[in-house]
């Protein structure tokens, strides 16, 4: 099986960051998840006092 895969990043909100939209989360993987893509992996990146930048996902789908 052959496979092609996409990088996904969604930003925190706030002031420095650190606050997560759950919803938009959401919302962005189902419809992600719509056309195909899984998600396989997914980590956040963090300012200088642990507050969450970016939440960042890689995603795959199987090709023919």
Not at 25 to 53: C, M, P, Q, Y
Request: a positive charge; aromatic letters at 10%.
């Amino acid at each position: 099986m052959r496979w092609e895969y996409k990088f996904v990043s969604l930003a925190a909100t706030g002031w420095l960051g650190g606050k997560l939209d759950v919803q938009l989360i959401e919302k962005a993987l189902n419809r992600l998840g719509r056309e195909s893509w899984e998600a396989v992996s997914g980590f956040d990146t963090n300012h200088l006092h642990g507050e969450t930048r970016d939440v960042h996902v890689l995603l795959k789908r199987s090709i023919s």
